[in-house]
Protein backbone atom coordinates (compact mmCIF):
# COMPACT_ATOMS: atom_id res chain seq x y z
CA UNK A 1 0.00 0.00 0.00
CA UNK A 2 1.17 3.35 -0.32
CA UNK A 3 2.70 5.53 2.07
CA UNK A 4 0.51 9.02 0.78
CA UNK A 5 -2.97 8.41 1.96
CA UNK A 6 -5.87 9.32 -0.22
CA UNK A 7 -9.11 11.08 -0.35
CA UNK A 8 -11.57 10.98 -2.54
CA UNK A 9 -15.03 12.81 -2.43
CA UNK A 10 -17.99 12.82 -5.70
CA UNK A 11 -19.92 16.11 -6.64
CA UNK A 12 -22.96 15.74 -8.35
CA UNK A 13 -23.96 17.80 -11.44
CA UNK A 14 -27.17 18.52 -10.79
CA UNK A 15 -26.73 22.47 -9.55
CA UNK A 16 -24.93 25.30 -10.01
CA UNK A 17 -23.17 24.88 -6.41
CA UNK A 18 -24.55 28.36 -3.46
CA UNK A 19 -22.98 28.86 -0.47
CA UNK A 20 -23.95 25.97 1.57
CA UNK A 21 -22.43 23.44 -0.81
CA UNK A 22 -19.14 25.99 -0.50
CA UNK A 23 -18.90 25.84 3.33
CA UNK A 24 -20.09 22.37 3.68
CA UNK A 25 -18.40 20.81 1.47
CA UNK A 26 -16.05 22.37 -1.19
CA UNK A 27 -14.07 24.34 1.33
CA UNK A 28 -13.69 21.25 3.46
CA UNK A 29 -12.93 18.92 0.93
CA UNK A 30 -9.73 21.44 -0.50
CA UNK A 31 -8.16 21.79 2.84
CA UNK A 32 -7.58 17.74 2.67
CA UNK A 33 -5.56 17.81 -0.34
CA UNK A 34 -2.70 19.48 1.95
CA UNK A 35 -2.16 16.02 3.76
CA UNK A 36 -3.74 13.74 1.10
CA UNK A 37 -3.50 12.38 -2.20
CA UNK A 38 -7.14 13.99 -3.13
CA UNK A 39 -9.09 13.07 -5.85
CA UNK A 40 -12.18 14.78 -6.93
CA UNK A 41 -14.83 13.77 -9.56
CA UNK A 42 -18.02 14.53 -11.12
CA UNK A 43 -20.48 12.32 -10.46
CA UNK A 44 -22.27 12.57 -13.48
CA UNK A 45 -23.43 8.56 -13.91
CA UNK A 46 -24.90 9.72 -10.00
CA UNK A 47 -26.79 12.56 -11.47
CA UNK A 48 -28.60 10.41 -14.07
CA UNK A 49 -30.69 9.37 -11.78
CA UNK A 50 -32.94 12.74 -11.64
CA UNK A 51 -31.52 14.22 -14.47
CA UNK A 52 -33.29 14.13 -17.59
CA UNK A 53 -32.42 17.17 -19.64
CA UNK A 54 -29.27 16.55 -21.71
CA UNK A 55 -28.21 19.78 -22.32
CA UNK A 56 -28.98 20.55 -17.87
CA UNK A 57 -26.39 17.25 -17.34
CA UNK A 58 -23.60 19.16 -20.10
CA UNK A 59 -23.84 22.06 -18.68
CA UNK A 60 -23.78 21.38 -14.81
CA UNK A 61 -20.67 19.64 -14.95
CA UNK A 62 -18.45 22.36 -16.49
CA UNK A 63 -19.99 24.72 -14.30
CA UNK A 64 -19.20 22.05 -11.00
CA UNK A 65 -15.70 21.95 -12.45
CA UNK A 66 -15.39 25.66 -12.66
CA UNK A 67 -16.55 26.22 -8.99
CA UNK A 68 -14.19 24.00 -7.69
CA UNK A 69 -11.13 25.56 -10.08
CA UNK A 70 -12.22 28.62 -8.81
CA UNK A 71 -12.65 27.51 -5.36
CA UNK A 72 -8.84 26.69 -5.07
CA UNK A 73 -8.89 23.19 -6.17
CA UNK A 74 -5.46 22.69 -8.16
CA UNK A 75 -5.67 20.27 -10.94
CA UNK A 76 -1.83 19.77 -11.08
CA UNK A 77 -1.75 18.17 -7.42
CA UNK A 78 -4.90 17.27 -7.22
CA UNK A 79 -7.07 14.81 -9.55
CA UNK A 80 -10.41 16.20 -10.67
CA UNK A 81 -12.32 14.10 -13.36
CA UNK A 82 -15.39 13.12 -14.17
CA UNK A 83 -16.58 10.06 -13.09
CA UNK A 84 -18.02 8.59 -16.80
CA UNK A 85 -14.06 8.68 -18.29
CA UNK A 86 -13.37 5.78 -15.67
CA UNK A 87 -15.66 2.65 -16.73
CA UNK A 88 -13.65 0.42 -14.85
CA UNK A 89 -16.34 1.53 -11.74
CA UNK A 90 -19.05 -0.44 -13.57
CA UNK A 91 -17.01 -3.92 -13.52
CA UNK A 92 -16.18 -2.79 -9.83
CA UNK A 93 -19.67 -2.28 -8.79
CA UNK A 94 -21.10 -5.37 -10.65
CA UNK A 95 -18.56 -7.12 -8.29
CA UNK A 96 -19.84 -5.54 -5.29
CA UNK A 97 -23.28 -6.02 -5.72
CA UNK A 98 -22.53 -9.71 -6.09
CA UNK A 99 -21.82 -9.65 -2.52
CA UNK A 100 -24.52 -7.55 -0.70
CA UNK A 101 -27.77 -9.14 0.34
CA UNK A 102 -30.57 -6.67 -1.34
CA UNK A 103 -31.99 -6.13 1.97
CA UNK A 104 -29.16 -3.72 2.91
CA UNK A 105 -30.05 -1.64 -0.86
CA UNK A 106 -33.82 -2.10 0.52
CA UNK A 107 -33.54 0.14 3.92
CA UNK A 108 -31.25 2.78 1.89
CA UNK A 109 -32.33 6.04 3.10
CA UNK A 110 -32.71 7.26 -0.50
CA UNK A 111 -34.83 4.88 -1.45
CA UNK A 112 -36.82 4.50 1.25
CA UNK A 113 -37.29 8.29 1.48
CA UNK A 114 -38.55 7.89 -2.48
CA UNK A 115 -40.84 5.21 -1.56
CA UNK A 116 -42.38 7.14 1.12
CA UNK A 117 -42.89 10.05 -0.74
CA UNK A 118 -45.00 7.68 -3.06
CA UNK A 119 -42.29 7.57 -6.06
CA UNK A 120 -42.03 5.00 -8.32
CA UNK A 121 -38.14 4.94 -7.93
CA UNK A 122 -35.93 3.69 -10.82
CA UNK A 123 -33.26 0.70 -10.12
CA UNK A 124 -30.87 3.75 -10.44
CA UNK A 125 -31.82 5.12 -7.04
CA UNK A 126 -31.80 1.46 -5.84
CA UNK A 127 -28.27 0.62 -6.71
CA UNK A 128 -26.78 4.22 -5.71
CA UNK A 129 -24.90 2.74 -2.99
CA UNK A 130 -23.70 0.08 -4.78
CA UNK A 131 -22.19 2.72 -7.31
CA UNK A 132 -21.09 4.81 -4.61
CA UNK A 133 -19.16 2.34 -2.83
CA UNK A 134 -17.43 2.08 -6.34
CA UNK A 135 -16.36 5.20 -6.84
CA UNK A 136 -14.96 4.78 -3.43
CA UNK A 137 -13.08 1.80 -3.13
CA UNK A 138 -11.78 1.81 -7.22
CA UNK A 139 -9.34 4.33 -5.61
CA UNK A 140 -7.88 2.63 -3.00
CA UNK A 141 -9.53 5.73 -0.94
CA UNK A 142 -8.72 6.16 2.70
CA UNK A 143 -10.99 9.22 3.94
CA UNK A 144 -14.01 10.58 2.33
CA UNK A 145 -15.38 14.01 3.38
CA UNK A 146 -19.13 13.91 3.13
CA UNK A 147 -22.08 15.76 4.55
CA UNK A 148 -23.71 13.46 7.43
CA UNK A 149 -26.74 12.59 4.72
CA UNK A 150 -24.14 10.38 3.33
CA UNK A 151 -23.20 8.46 6.85
CA UNK A 152 -25.08 5.91 5.63
CA UNK A 153 -23.74 5.40 2.07
CA UNK A 154 -20.04 5.49 4.16
CA UNK A 155 -21.38 2.84 5.93
CA UNK A 156 -22.00 0.04 3.40
CA UNK A 157 -19.36 0.67 1.28
CA UNK A 158 -16.90 -0.18 4.52
CA UNK A 159 -19.07 -3.32 5.09
CA UNK A 160 -19.25 -4.40 1.07
CA UNK A 161 -14.98 -3.72 1.50
CA UNK A 162 -14.88 -5.77 4.46
CA UNK A 163 -16.80 -8.44 2.92
CA UNK A 164 -14.18 -8.53 -0.19
CA UNK A 165 -11.58 -8.92 2.21
CA UNK A 166 -12.90 -11.73 4.21
CA UNK A 167 -14.10 -13.55 0.96
CA UNK A 168 -10.97 -12.95 -1.29
CA UNK A 169 -8.79 -12.31 0.59
CA UNK A 170 -7.22 -9.39 3.08
CA UNK A 171 -5.69 -6.12 1.08
CA UNK A 172 -8.13 -7.01 -1.31
CA UNK A 173 -9.86 -3.20 -1.09
CA UNK A 174 -8.43 -0.31 1.39
CA UNK A 175 -11.04 0.16 4.26
CA UNK A 176 -11.89 3.74 3.99
CA UNK A 177 -13.16 5.91 6.72
CA UNK A 178 -16.25 8.86 6.14
CA UNK A 179 -14.84 11.88 7.53
CA UNK A 180 -17.89 13.99 8.50
CA UNK A 181 -17.88 17.37 9.25
CA UNK A 182 -19.12 18.57 12.72
CA UNK A 183 -19.67 22.22 11.04
CA UNK A 184 -23.66 23.00 11.47
CA UNK A 185 -25.52 23.21 8.45
CA UNK A 186 -25.16 26.19 6.46
CA UNK A 187 -28.63 28.44 6.78
CA UNK A 188 -30.65 29.92 3.68
CA UNK A 189 -31.49 33.23 3.80
CA UNK A 190 -34.80 32.27 5.33
CA UNK A 191 -33.12 30.63 8.49
CA UNK A 192 -33.55 27.12 7.08
CA UNK A 193 -31.13 24.64 5.70
CA UNK A 194 -29.74 26.39 2.71
CA UNK A 195 -31.02 24.07 -0.20
CA UNK A 196 -31.40 24.44 -4.03
CA UNK A 197 -34.38 23.29 -3.53
CA UNK A 198 -35.80 25.84 -1.02
CA UNK A 199 -34.93 28.56 -3.05
CA UNK A 200 -33.25 29.68 -0.45
CA UNK A 201 -29.70 29.94 -1.13
CA UNK A 202 -26.83 32.10 -2.03
CA UNK A 203 -25.26 32.31 -5.21
CA UNK A 204 -21.24 31.77 -5.11
CA UNK A 205 -20.05 33.78 -8.25
CA UNK A 206 -23.39 35.78 -9.06
CA UNK A 207 -22.30 39.72 -9.82
CA UNK A 208 -21.69 41.55 -6.51
CA UNK A 209 -25.00 43.73 -7.56
CA UNK A 210 -26.81 40.62 -7.06
CA UNK A 211 -25.16 39.21 -4.25
CA UNK A 212 -25.83 42.09 -2.50
CA UNK A 213 -28.87 42.16 -3.38
CA UNK A 214 -29.65 38.69 -1.71
CA UNK A 215 -28.27 39.55 1.66
CA UNK A 216 -30.21 42.77 2.24
CA UNK A 217 -32.83 39.97 1.72
CA UNK A 218 -32.13 37.62 4.47
CA UNK A 219 -34.82 37.59 7.19
CA UNK A 220 -34.12 39.25 10.76
CA UNK A 221 -34.97 40.42 13.79
CA UNK A 222 -37.35 43.41 13.83
CA UNK A 223 -35.57 45.21 16.98
CA UNK A 224 -35.02 48.94 16.74
CA UNK A 225 -31.69 50.30 15.69
CA UNK A 226 -31.02 51.71 19.33
CA UNK A 227 -31.93 48.06 20.90
CA UNK A 228 -28.99 45.57 21.76
CA UNK A 229 -29.07 42.26 20.00
CA UNK A 230 -28.33 38.78 20.53
CA UNK A 231 -25.93 37.61 17.28
CA UNK A 232 -26.42 33.78 17.95
CA UNK A 233 -30.01 33.28 16.75
CA UNK A 234 -29.45 35.11 13.72
CA UNK A 235 -29.07 34.19 10.45
CA UNK A 236 -26.96 37.46 9.42
CA UNK A 237 -24.51 35.99 12.02
CA UNK A 238 -24.53 32.58 11.57
CA UNK A 239 -23.70 33.17 8.00
CA UNK A 240 -20.85 35.47 8.72
CA UNK A 241 -19.52 33.09 11.50
CA UNK A 242 -19.00 30.21 8.92
CA UNK A 243 -17.33 32.47 6.14
CA UNK A 244 -15.30 34.17 8.92
CA UNK A 245 -14.85 33.93 12.63
CA UNK A 246 -13.30 37.13 12.61
CA UNK A 247 -15.78 39.27 10.69
CA UNK A 248 -18.31 37.70 12.70
CA UNK A 249 -16.89 38.44 16.42
CA UNK A 250 -16.59 42.28 15.33
CA UNK A 251 -19.77 42.00 14.50
CA UNK A 252 -21.08 40.28 17.64
CA UNK A 253 -19.60 42.93 19.49
CA UNK A 254 -21.47 45.89 17.86
CA UNK A 255 -25.26 44.02 17.95
CA UNK A 256 -24.24 43.45 21.68
CA UNK A 257 -23.72 47.16 22.09
CA UNK A 258 -26.93 48.18 20.27
CA UNK A 259 -26.96 51.56 18.18
CA UNK A 260 -26.46 48.81 15.06
CA UNK A 261 -28.96 47.39 12.78
CA UNK A 262 -29.33 44.41 10.79
CA UNK A 263 -28.98 46.43 8.04
CA UNK A 264 -25.85 47.57 9.17
CA UNK A 265 -24.96 43.58 9.98
CA UNK A 266 -26.13 42.77 6.69
CA UNK A 267 -23.60 44.70 4.91
CA UNK A 268 -20.94 43.84 6.88
CA UNK A 269 -21.70 40.28 6.26
CA UNK A 270 -21.97 41.19 2.60
CA UNK A 271 -18.22 42.39 2.77
CA UNK A 272 -17.25 39.51 4.63
CA UNK A 273 -18.67 37.77 1.87
CA UNK A 274 -17.46 39.84 -1.22
CA UNK A 275 -14.13 39.40 -0.09
CA UNK A 276 -14.31 35.64 0.27
CA UNK A 277 -15.92 35.13 -3.25
CA UNK A 278 -15.27 38.32 -5.12
CA UNK A 279 -11.57 37.21 -6.04
CA UNK A 280 -13.07 33.95 -6.88
CA UNK A 281 -15.66 35.21 -9.31
CA UNK A 282 -13.47 36.16 -11.96
CA UNK A 283 -11.74 33.09 -12.30
CA UNK A 284 -14.77 31.46 -12.35
CA UNK A 285 -16.04 33.10 -15.08
CA UNK A 286 -12.99 32.81 -16.93
CA UNK A 287 -13.18 29.26 -16.73
CA UNK A 288 -16.48 28.95 -17.35
CA UNK A 289 -16.50 30.68 -20.25
CA UNK A 290 -13.55 28.22 -21.89
CA UNK A 291 -15.51 24.86 -21.86
CA UNK A 292 -12.74 23.36 -24.07
CA UNK A 293 -10.35 23.96 -21.77
CA UNK A 294 -11.94 21.99 -18.49
CA UNK A 295 -12.44 19.34 -21.11
CA UNK A 296 -8.63 19.24 -21.45
CA UNK A 297 -8.28 19.28 -17.63
CA UNK A 298 -10.99 17.20 -16.79
CA UNK A 299 -9.45 14.59 -19.52
CA UNK A 300 -6.05 15.19 -17.93
CA UNK A 301 -7.57 13.98 -14.58
CA UNK A 302 -9.35 10.94 -15.75
CA UNK A 303 -5.79 9.59 -17.36
CA UNK A 304 -4.36 10.02 -14.41
CA UNK A 305 -7.61 8.41 -12.54
CA UNK A 306 -7.46 5.66 -14.83
CA UNK A 307 -4.04 4.63 -14.27
CA UNK A 308 -5.14 3.80 -10.50
CA UNK A 309 -8.24 2.59 -11.61
CA UNK A 310 -6.95 -0.06 -13.80
CA UNK A 311 -4.33 -1.15 -10.86
CA UNK A 312 -7.16 -1.98 -8.46
CA UNK A 313 -9.39 -3.55 -11.36
CA UNK A 314 -6.71 -5.88 -11.73
CA UNK A 315 -6.10 -7.02 -7.81
CA UNK A 316 -9.62 -7.53 -7.60
CA UNK A 317 -9.96 -9.81 -10.62
CA UNK A 318 -6.59 -11.69 -9.74
CA UNK A 319 -8.37 -12.12 -6.35
CA UNK A 320 -11.67 -13.08 -7.36
CA UNK A 321 -10.20 -15.53 -10.16
CA UNK A 322 -10.71 -13.98 -13.21
CA UNK A 323 -8.12 -14.06 -15.13
CA UNK A 324 -7.48 -14.25 -18.55
CA UNK A 325 -4.33 -14.81 -20.84
CA UNK A 326 -2.37 -12.01 -21.85
P1 LIG B 1 -28.72 20.70 -1.95
O1 LIG B 1 -29.13 20.40 -0.52
O2 LIG B 1 -28.76 22.15 -2.25
O3 LIG B 1 -29.48 19.86 -2.95
P2 LIG B 1 -26.61 18.76 -2.35
O4 LIG B 1 -27.48 17.74 -1.68
O5 LIG B 1 -26.35 18.62 -3.81
O6 LIG B 1 -27.21 20.23 -2.07
O7 LIG B 1 -25.27 18.83 -1.53
C1 LIG B 1 -23.95 18.77 -2.05
C2 LIG B 1 -22.98 18.86 -0.88
O8 LIG B 1 -23.14 20.10 -0.17
C3 LIG B 1 -23.19 17.76 0.17
O9 LIG B 1 -21.93 17.31 0.63
C4 LIG B 1 -23.94 18.43 1.30
O10 LIG B 1 -23.66 17.83 2.55
C5 LIG B 1 -23.42 19.87 1.21
N1 LIG B 1 -24.48 20.84 1.61
C6 LIG B 1 -25.63 21.10 0.95
N2 LIG B 1 -26.37 22.05 1.58
C7 LIG B 1 -25.67 22.39 2.70
C8 LIG B 1 -25.89 23.30 3.78
N3 LIG B 1 -26.98 24.07 3.83
N4 LIG B 1 -24.97 23.38 4.75
C9 LIG B 1 -23.84 22.61 4.70
N5 LIG B 1 -23.56 21.74 3.72
C10 LIG B 1 -24.45 21.61 2.72
N1 LIG C 1 -23.76 10.60 -3.05
C1 LIG C 1 -23.03 11.85 -2.98
C2 LIG C 1 -24.01 13.03 -2.83
O1 LIG C 1 -25.19 12.88 -3.03
C3 LIG C 1 -22.18 12.04 -4.23
C4 LIG C 1 -21.21 10.92 -4.38
C5 LIG C 1 -21.25 9.93 -5.33
C6 LIG C 1 -20.05 10.67 -3.59
N2 LIG C 1 -20.19 9.10 -5.20
C7 LIG C 1 -19.44 9.50 -4.14
C8 LIG C 1 -19.48 11.31 -2.50
C9 LIG C 1 -18.27 8.98 -3.57
C10 LIG C 1 -18.31 10.78 -1.95
C11 LIG C 1 -17.71 9.62 -2.48
O2 LIG C 1 -23.59 14.14 -2.50
Same mark, same amino acid.
Given at each position: MRAVKTSLTGIKPTNTPHLGNYLGAIRPALELAKQYRSLYFIADYHALTTVRDPEVLRTSVYDVAATWLASGL??????LF??????? +???????????????????? *???KDALAKGDVPNAGIFYYPVLMAADILL??? *???? +??????? *????? #?? +?????? *??FGEGTLVVPEAHIGDAPLVPGTDGEKMSKSRGNGIPLFAPAKKLRKVVMGIKTGSETLEEPKDPEPSTVYQLCRQVSPEAAAEMAEKLRAGNYGWGHAKQALYETLEAE??????TYQ?? #???EAKLDALLEEGAERARVIARETMGRVRRAIGMTRPA
Open positions: DPEKTIRQSAVPE +VFELSWTLSCLLATGQLERG *HSYYDT *HVVP +VGKDQKQ *HLELC #RD +VAQRAN *HVLGPKREAL #RAD
